[in-house]
T-cell receptor
Framework: GAGVSQTPSNKVTEKGKYVELRCDPI?????LYWYRQSLGQGPEFLIYFQGTGAADDSGLPNDRFFAVRPEGSVSTLKIQRTERGDSAVYLC???????????FGEGSRLTVL | QKEVEQNSGPLSVPEGAIASLNCTYS??????FFWYRQYSGKSPELIMS????GDKEDGRFTAQLNKASQYVSLLIRDSQPSDSATYLC???????????FGGGTRVLVKP
């Protein structure tokens, strides 16, 4: 597809479990962003990648959160020992070239019971 | 102080009127400013970008930037019910490519 693809679209898990969320950006986009959005709030920045490296991970809330982008394309956001407060929609976006525009995926809704 | 601040609303406007949305930011060195629209249950989509002081018009939308006051606004002319959504202000800081979003302003256009 031409857009940003995120899987799964919905994930329900139990407190303490491990979760992986995947993002497949627009082909050729070198920059990839992860945001977290809670109901009624704006997207909260987590991390962004330029190529394979994390250029800015200042938004990761704690060491339970980790993200990788090993080949500079697909990225995985990993959450260990999930807590109920991690419940949110996790948005991925990609950006190409010098354009400032971010193209968002439809998000992965995470519910921690 | 939040990095990007918006009034959460809801901003209720009658159909055909002008909706005026405001955003302030804290990083004085910020250079790039964006307005995204987000429909309920959907992901954000870009509607306007602005990089220099003054006004920028695109169809029914006008973005206004005042870097001295650290203020950016969005005007929606001839508001339509389909404009009912949350409008997110986003700012790229002076360093790097991190894009920070405000909390969004919910707009309701009433027929």
């Amino acid at each position: 597809g031409a857009g940003v693809s995120q899987t799964p679209s919905n994930k329900v898990t139990e407190k303490g479990k491990y979760v992986e969320l995947r993002c497949d950006p627009i082909s050729g986009h070198t920059a990839l962003y992860w945001y977290r959005q809670s109901l009624g709030q704006g997207p909260e920045f987590l991390i962004y990648f330029q190529g394979t490296g994390a250029a800015d991970d200042s938004g990761l809330p704690n060491d339970r959160f980790f993200a990788v982008r090993p080949e500079g394309s697909v990225s995985t956001l990993k959450i260990q020992r999930t807590e109920r407060g991690d419940s949110a929609v996790y948005l991925c976006a990609s950006r190409g070239g010098g354009s400032g525009e971010l193209f968002f995926g439809e998000g992965s809704r995470l519910t921690v019971l | 102080q939040k990095e990007v601040e918006q009034n959460s609303g809801p901003l209720s406007v009658p159909e055909g009127a002008i909706a005026s949305l405001n955003c302030t930011y804290s990083d004085r060195g910020s250079q790039s400013f964006f307005w995204y629209r987000q429909y309920s249950g959907k992901s954000p989509e870009l509607i306007m970008s602005i990089y220099s002081n003054g006004d920028k018009e695109d169809g029914r939308f006008t973005a206004q930037l005042n870097k001295a006051s650290q203020y950016v606004s969005l005007l929606i002319r001839d508001s339509q019910p389909s404009d009912s959504a949350t409008y997110l202000c986003a700012v790229k800081g002076a360093a790097g490519n991190k894009l920070t979003f405000g909390g969004g302003t919910r707009v309701l256009v009433k027929p």
